[in-house]
Nanobody, 121 residues
Framework: QVQLVESGGGVVQAGGSLRLSCAASGSIFRINVMGWYRQAPGKQRELVATITSGGDTNYVDSVKGRFTISRDNAKNWVYLQMNSLKPEDTAVYYC???????????????WGQGTQVTVSS
């Protein structure tokens, strides 16, 4: 089993910054893609950013130039630096990981419990 634990959410004024962190632990052989998704009230969950084990990144257009995803492969952590936050960034942010488990090498997808980000205008 694998656990993903997010931290770093909170309330911030528009234009401010927050840094989200997610720690993966458990029966991990290797993590392929890690990412951040978000879900605002009344809306579907959407992809925010992903990063491969090799460092290739992908962002939704609405956060390009403002958010930066990074990861520490040795520690199995992924981060999301969020700058120039806008009220429309308000959502619950979820960590996601595509994991090859140990010892069976089965590939499974895992989600964290989510962390609330609220941006006030």
């Amino acid at each position: 089993q694998v656990q993903l634990v997010e931290s770093g959410g909170g309330v911030v004024q528009a234009g401010g910054s927050l840094r989200l962190s997610c720690a993966a632990s458990g029966s991990i052989f290797r993590i392929n893609v890690m990412g951040w998704y978000r879900q605002a009230p009344g809306k579907q969950r959407e992809l925010v950013a992903t990063i491969t084990s090799g460092g290739d990144t992908n962002y939704v257009d609405s956060v390009k130039g403002r958010f930066t995803i990074s990861r520490d492969n040795a520690k199995n952590w992924v981060y999301l630096q969020m700058n120039s936050l806008k009220p429309e960034d308000t959502a619950v942010y979820y960590c996601n990981a595509d994991v090859y488990n140990s010892p069976d090498y089965n590939r499974r997808n895992y989600w964290g419990q989510g962390t609330q980000v609220t941006v006030s205008s």
